[in-house]
């Protein structure tokens, strides 16, 4: 009798990503049962990790209804071989979240990666005109990164909502994409 390998799915993101939600999601439409999830960041990583077979699948977005491409990815993109298993969509919807006890008059910045910031652009210009805004590599890591005291308490970021139960962060406003109905498109590959 052949044993089952477990399946390393690599994400670009961090615990409680919408990296890591894409990756549950395409768990679940394969009928993947014993997998475990890699949180590699950044994608470049993901297809380095792929290329050394440290992983069996990567999974990384590469465009928003609303950001467009993420430049990120298409730059790893160009420097690895990989075949496309798939390309699939799922929903985004972001949160501003803070420490608890941080009131909207104490906040100072808002952080996140780049394609979170343009997804909320009129929203942050609308209401946090005079906020600075920070990029940073991923939107979980921004929260796991306020949470630890790496990211001052005066900062909000821009996360997933399972990023408030994940690393005991207030949703202080839910759904500030510019467009409601936001969503990412993923790459699934292998080799």
């Known amino acids: 009798m052949k044993l089952m390998k477990k399946t390393i799915i690599g994400i670009s993101g961090d615990v409680g990503s919408f990296s890591a939600q894409a990756a549950e999601e395409y768990a679940r439409k394969n009928d993947l049962t014993d997998y475990e999830i890699a949180y590699l960041i950044k994608t470049e990583k993901v297809l380095t990790q792929l290329d050394k077979k440290k992983i069996n699948i990567g999974i990384f977005p590469i465009e928003n209804s609303n950001g467009g491409i993420v430049i990120e990815s298409i730059n790893a993109m160009s420097h690895h071989i990989f075949k496309i298993k798939e390309i699939f969509e799922i929903p985004i919807v972001h949160c501003l979240l803070t420490k608890p006890g941080i009131a909207k008059k104490d906040i100072k910045t808002i952080a996140s990666h780049d394609q979170a910031l343009k997804q909320c652009k009129m929203y942050l210009k609308k209401k946090w005109e005079d906020v600075e805004l920070k990029e940073t590599e991923d939107t979980a890591k921004s929260a796991k990164q306020l949470t630890s005291g790496e990211i001052n308490q005066e900062t909000a970021v821009l ?23 936001n969503f990412t498109n993923f790459l699934a590959v292998d080799k």
Do not use: N, R, S
């Open 159 to 181: 996360a997933p909502e399972a990023c408030a139960t994940l690393y005991g962060l207030i949703v202080m406003e839910k759904g500030i994409q510019d467009l409601k109905f």
